[in-house]
């Protein structure tokens, strides 16, 4: 097959830009659809084609999978790089595109479905020899039988609903006395809430970290594991901050990790890129959790360490073609950290919120990678996910990153949002982070302290705002139509003239 | 001539005396007395000497708040308080208002609803995520503001509970 002429970018935000740019340096012609609320980005910008979905809600624009297709044929793409969430995930569209005669840039489309089912996978992974979270599904045994099941997976163990997600319907059982009991609510639980009372067993992990192995598959079969990166740094089961490599694991679990990671994936005969997602106990016993078939959000600090660039890669294996490296000389070196910018309020339980970028001035220095599509004057809006741009380091060790990344955190201005970036700076800068010696739960545990030491403005903070320069107040004419915040900038003037 | 303000600060008001003369500010707040000399002043930007050391300070204010960055963080203050009560004189009412911008995907409640603590009067939608609106305590709905499908801002009154 020979180079693409044209690749249609089925996404928005930072990704959108970074696979606009990948594709245009390797001299593909890109083309991208964008809502009403993205019809200024620097995606669209910098595209050389782009087209206007009608409306702003997921359902209208980014998954909207007539529209996207009608887009594609019109314009004559070859292919479709969907980037992360949104259709990246979907097999009917995958299968939808290849109907259509274009080439979805991921894996086959029964391999997403395939690892996309949560029991599939799981089997999946048993089959290829991968360790399996201990558990029980299905018919729930009662009495002795129960006990026996319970025993075989080990106390705490944990109970969830088959339906759930995001923490309802799950309780964790500390011994067999309370198991009964416990099951008995949440499966009630779990009716009310879901719909379906069914729940399953599972062996709870105190203190679990999440690590993941990045792999990429080519035509002929062949999967290379691509490093590791330790994410365990998140707030509503959703990452904040990833590394690689993990400062918590040693070469033999590194190595048996990647093994792991590749003999699944070649089992499924993987193509393109992919994660394959771990939960490590304290004793760094790992087990699997799930399969992303798609690029990752933090992609970013695998590319730094391995010198590859996966996007570049998913779009030659698309094409036909093989690795643009050589994977037996691939060695990790260094050290990549990336924080993730969301806009929320990690004093609001991280709720997101909205804002105009007013002021931005993003640090561009050795060892930085910024992947951001942010611009000043931009109107931030809840309709999409409050992720505003990634922010990587590099670092010849560990150490040296951790350094550039404070100084990138607190250099970096945003200003015109409530943001998350001193919540960032204060984890990379505490006991925990720095030692390497954290866990999911390490965000929760951070967080009285910093509250704490949120209690007063700093007199910098104070002098600032009761001396705003004239040139950076923005009057409410000046603002967007789709904002409506109550507040009135008369009273803001008070500040000066009171 | 001293000049007094109050700036919104989280929860509360703190309140703010300082004076200025030519490049030297003294300001007094919460108890500390804080002296600096303003250096230079662009177009977002402050650069003060404070406590022997120089720094700079980014600024910018909109109608959301006043927002500056410092070099050991961020910090944000609310635009003063409208002169809008939280119960509203005479009805008794109390407003509750949106905790996150986002889309109301359920309007659970209309006015003249009888409902109890901790009932659920709505569900405002923002990506990924979904926010119960529960009733702080029980009685009667006064007025529904808002139909579901519509976005609405953080802070915006949603309905009345009386």
Not at chain 1, 222 to 232: F, I, K, N, P, T
Not at chain 2, 32 to 48: K, M
């Amino acid at each position: 097959m020979s180079p693409f002429q044209k690749i249609l970018i089925a996404n928005r935000g930072e990704i959108a830009l970074r696979l606009v740019q990948a594709a245009k340096e390797m001299g593909r012609r890109t083309v991208v659809v964008y809502s009403q609320a993205d019809k200024d980005s620097l995606a669209v910008q910098q595209a050389e084609e782009s087209y206007a979905l009608e409306g702003n809600e997921v359902g209208e624009t980014y998954l909207n999978v007539e529209q996207i297709l009608a887009v594609a044929k019109q314009c004559g793409a070859q292919a479709v790089h969907p980037g992360y969430g949104f259709l990246s995930e979907n097999a009917d569209f995958a299968e939808r595109c290849a109907a259509a005669g274009l080439v979805f840039i991921g894996p086959k489309p029964e391999t997403i479905r395939q690892l996309g089912d949560k029991v599939i996978s799981k089997r999946m992974a048993d089959q290829a020899g991968v360790p399996v979270i201990p558990g029980h599904q299905g018919e729930m045994p009662k009495g002795k039988a129960l006990d026996q099941v319970a025993a075989k997976i080990g106390f705490p163990l944990m109970i969830k609903a088959s339906a759930g997600g995001g923490g309802k319907g799950m309780r964790i059982v500390a011994g067999p006395e309370q198991l009964a009991d416990a099951l008995a609510a949440a499966s009630r639980e779990a009716a009310a809430y879901f719909g379906n009372p069914e729940v399953f067993l599972e062996k709870y992990l105190e203190n679990p970290r999440h690590v993941e192995v990045q792999i990429l598959g080519d035509n002929q079969g062949r999967v290379v594991a691509l490093g590791e990166r330790e994410c365990s740094i998140q707030r509503r089961h959703q990452k904040m901050i990833e590394e690689s490599p993990s400062p918590s694991i040693d070469d033999k679990v590194r190595r048996d990790l990647a093994a792991a990671a590749v003999n699944l994936a070649e089992a499924v005969g993987y193509v393109s890129a992919g994660t394959v997602e771990f939960i490590v106990d304290e004793k760094n016993r790992f087990y699997f959790l799930e399969v992303n078939t798609r690029l990752q959000v933090e992609h970013p600090v695998t590319e730094w360490v391995t010198g590859v660039d996966l996007v570049k890669n998913q779009i030659l294996i698309a094409e036909g073609e093989g690795f643009n490296f050589d994977p037996d000389k691939l060695t990790p070196r260094g050290h990549a950290i990336e924080c993730r910018l969301y806009a929320e309020d990690p004093e609001n339980q991280f709720l997101p919120s909205e804002g105009r970028v007013g002021l931005l001035r993003e640090p561009a220095r050795p060892g930085v990678r910024i992947d951001s599509s942010l611009y000043e004057g931009q109107e931030i809006l809840s309709l999409y996910d409050p992720m505003l741009a990634k922010l990587t380091v590099f670092g010849k060790n560990r150490k040296e990153a951790l350094e550039k990344m404070s100084a990138l955190l607190r250099d970096y201005i945003l200003l015109g949002i409530r943001h998350n970036l001193d919540f960032l700076r204060f984890v990379v800068d505490g006991a925990a982070f720095q030692s390497g010696h954290y866990h999911t739960h390490t965000v929760a545990q951070l967080m009285p302290e910093f509250l704490a030491g949120r209690q007063e403005p700093v007199p910098l903070a104070v002098l600032g705002a009761l001396m705003v320069p004239r040139r950076a107040v923005t009057t409410a004419a000046a603002m967007g139509p789709a904002t409506g915040t109550a507040g009135s900038l008369a009273g803001l003037e008070g500040f000066r003239n009171a | 001539m001293a000049l007094k303000n109050k700036l919104q600060w989280r929860d509360s008001e703190l309140e703010c005396e300082w004076r200025r003369e030519g490049a030297e500010v003294r300001l007094t707040y919460g108890g500390q007395e804080v002296q600096a000399l303003l250096l230079e002043e662009s177009a977002h930007f402050l650069e003060f000497q404070i406590d022997g050391k120089v720094e700079k300070v980014a600024c910018y204010s909109d109608a959301r708040g006043v927002f500056v960055h410092t070099p050991s963080g961020n910090f944000f203050f609310k635009p003063p308080k409208k002169a809008r009560r939280r119960t509203k004189a005479g009805t008794g009412g109390e407003e509750l208002t949106a905790p996150m911008p986002g889309k109301l995907l359920k309007v659970l409640v209309a006015s003249g609803d009888e409902v109890k603590q901790g009932d659920t009067l709505m569900i405002l939608e923002a990506m990924k995520m979904e926010h119960p609106i529960r009733a702080p305590h029980g009685g009667k709905v006064k007025s529904v503001y808002y139909q579901e499908g519509q976005r609405v801002s953080q802070g915006e009154e949603l309905l009345e509970l009386q």
